[in-house]
Structures are given as structure tokens and as C-alpha cells.
């Protein structure tokens, strides 16, 4: 591994420290090095704090002069929450910037490479850019469809059911997949289930297994069908989508808790889930991780919502009950959602199947 790629690496892992509270800001990350010798490095940690660049420059102070600078997103050109780094770069005397990727925001977009160059610092671009967008992909996903990315989490038999013919669920994985579950919900913007799940399970939705920021919970409940008492909407930034012509007084009620109400049109109580993404994505939502049941995963599936699988399996048979995904029409085998960037991994006696959702006409 030259030196180049090591530093590059360094930065990709930095920036992961921003996971779950830099949203909808990019996850960056930054080293200044000379040769070998790393004299600064920093991350975004917070939105509305220094970008990743700045942190860098700071900690190398007067050495950043003739330095590499090593940054896994293209540097911003404009003055937001906080100054322009490309204005930081050029004054702190960096040699060079090697850049992993541009940054797919309008306000940037080649511009912050253009003003370095016009300073004199050469750019390169592309060191470790897979890399670098898979990291992103959330951020991407929002910046150029104006949507967020939806994960699709599944806990369910060997057989795909979620529940037992009784609707017991508790438990079908064990203790490592769920704090790998909440693990999760830490890194993203958002938790969403439908009513039904709340109907059944009463779930609160929120991080306890590890530590990390607290996702807003989601209920799309079209005929606000879920019990004002749920535990759900006790949860600060709790949201409920319904549609326009739900019982207002049960609004009225969820409103009175604190939850905030979005409405669609909707056909039979139901509200279409694309609209639902836009709405999130228009809120600052880059990430949403959507758990259930299978109605909601059908419908989102159904609308190419769904961008990435996360299913976590055990090693039970329950023959029958609650199936994971409901009807999603495939009349024939080409109809089919294929899934592609197959991964699998162990936690405890469960396995984490990991993929990317492939339609066969996605409107993107």
C-alpha cells in the first residue's frame, strides 16, 4: 500500500466518527500529511461545527505549510453553518489535496476543486472513490434524487416469517443482532414501522443496546389505526403519516403529545411511499431504516422505495405466521426484485444478510 492510500484510508476511517450526527451534512474526513508523517487529522462530528478539513488544519498548524492534504470529500467553496474550507486550504499553504471524491452538492460540484486549482494547489480526484461513496450513499442518494436512503430491516426464521401464527416475535434473533439492530438505528436519521407493528409489538424504537444519537421515530398509519398511549409517540421527534382524510380528533390527539403530523392523499387508507420520501427528504432525512411489518416493506418495495436490505436471520423453522414481505404482484420470475452486493456476516447463531436493491426499471 503506497503512501498516498494509507493516508487516504486513515481519513475514510476518521470520517465514520461522524456517523448519526452529521446529517444531512456529508460524512469527511481529513489528514495532512508529509510523506509518511501524519501532522493533523480531523472529522465532522457535529452539524454547525468546523468540517473535517478545518480540524486537520488546525491540528497541524504551521506544519500544514507544503503539506498533503488528504480529504475523503471534496472541500466546500461556500460559506454555510460555517466558512468556505477551500479559503482555509489555500491560506494554511497545502502543497497538494488529494480528494476521494467530488461532492455531488450544487452549491459545490467541482467548484471547491476549481478554486483550489485557480489558487495553485494541484487536486487530484479519485483516490479510494468507491470507497468513498459507499460511505456517502445516504448523502448521495439525497443530494441527486432529492431522497433519502432507505434500508429495509428484516429479523425474521429461516422460513421468512417475523411472527409465530399467535403474533409472537420476542425473540426471534438473539442478543447480537439486536444490538447490531440498534447499532444501526444510531446511524440513521430516522426508524419507521407501520401501524401494525405498533398495534402488536408496542415498540419504543429508539437506541438502548449501544450509545449514540436517538433516530426520529416514523409511524405510517394511512387510518390512524395505532393507540394515542403507544409508547412510540412518547419519543422526542416522533412522526406520524397519515392521509388527509384521517379522524382529525385522533390528530388533534397526537398532536397533543408532541407528534408531528404529515399528510398525503391517500387510495383505500393508504398513502404512496415515494411522496413519504420526498416529505423525509425535504426534512434534512438522509438515512431511514424501515422495519416492518410487511405490508409498510411491500408497499416501499413496491414504490422502488427500498435501496438496501438488511436481514438478519435465525436458525428457526416456524412453518406458518406473519410472513416478512406481503404481496409484492410478481406474476412471473422476471418480475422479481433482484438484489446484488451480496453480504453475509455472523452474530452469535444468527446471520446478517446484507445486499442493494436491483429493480428492473427504477425511475433513476
Known amino acids: 500500500m503506497s503512501v498516498y492510500q494509507a493516508h487516504m484510508r486513515r481519513a475514510l476511517r476518521l470520517a465514520r466518527k461522524g456517523l448519526g450526527r452529521v446529517s444531512p451534512n456529508p460524512l469527511v474526513g481529513a489528514v495532512v500529511a ?40 471534496e472541500p466546500c467553496c461556500f460559506e454555510g453553518r460555517t466558512p468556505a474550507c477551500t479559503l482555509a486550504v489555500i491560506e494554511a499553504g497545502v502543497a497538494r489535496v488529494e480528494c476521494a471524491m467530488l461532492d455531488p452538492d450544487a452549491r459545490v460540484s467541482g467548484r471547491g476543486v476549481e478554486q483550489l486549482q485557480n489558487a495553485g494547489i ?27 436512503l432507505l434500508t429495509l430491516k428484516l429479523a425474521q426464521s429461516l422460513d421468512g416469517c417475523i411472527a409465530s401464527r399467535s ?27 407501520g401501524a401494525n407493528t405498533v398495534i402488536a409489538d408496542d415498540p419504543r424504537l429508539d437506541v438502548r443496546h449501544v450509545r449514540g444519537p436517538q433516530p426520529r421515530p416514523i409511524v405510517v398509519d394511512g387510518r390512524l389505526r395505532a393507540p394515542v398511549e403507544a409508547r412510540v409517540f412518547g419519543q422526542p421527534g416522533a412522526i406520524v403519516v397519515t392521509t388527509e382524510d384521517s379522524d382529525t380528533e385522533q390528530q388533534t390527539r397526537l398532536a397533543a403529545r408532541g407528534v408531528e403530523i404529515w399528510t398525503f392523499a391517500g387510495i383505500d387508507g393508504r398513502v404512496d411511499m415515494d411522496t413519504v420520501m420526498q416529505r423525509a427528504a425535504e426534512a434534512g432525512m438522509t438515512s431511514i431504516l424501515l422495519e416492518g411489518g410487511g405490508t409498510l416493506a411491500a408497499a416501499a418495495l413496491a414504490a422502488r422505495a427500498v435501496d438496501r436490505l438488511q436481514v438478519y ?21 422476471a418480475d422479481a426484485v433482484r438484489l446484488q452486493d451480496i453480504a453475509v456476516r455472523r452474530l452469535g447463531a444468527d446471520r446478517l444478510f446484507t445486499a442493494m436493491v436491483a429493480y428492473a426499471c427504477s425511475r433513476e
Not at 122 to 135: K, T, Y
Not at 167 to 181: F, M, Q
Open 313 to 333: 436471520i435465525a436458525p428457526m423453522l416456524l412453518g406458518g405466521g406473519t410472513r416478512s414481505i406481503g404481496d409484492l404482484g410478481a406474476a412471473c420470475i
Open 122 to 148: 494541484p487536486v487530484s480526484v479519485g483516490l479510494f472513490q468507491a470507497e468513498a461513496e459507499r460511505q456517502n450513499a445516504a448523502y448521495i442518494k439525497h443530494r441527486r434524487h432529492g431522497r433519502p
Open 167 to 193: 403474533g409472537d416475535s420476542r425473540w426471534i434473533t438473539g442478543k447480537p443482532a439486536r444490538r447490531h439492530v440498534h447499532r444501526t438505528r444510531s446511524q440513521v436519521d430516522a426508524v419507521m414501522v
Open 34 to 73: 508529509h510523506g509518511e508523517s501524519i501532522v493533523g487529522e480531523g472529522a465532522h462530528l457535529r452539524v454547525g461545527e468546523e468540517h473535517a478539513e478545518i480540524h486537520a488544519l488546525q491540528a497541524a498548524g504551521p506544519a500544514a505549510r507544503g503539506a498533503v492534504l488528504y480529504v475523503t470529500l
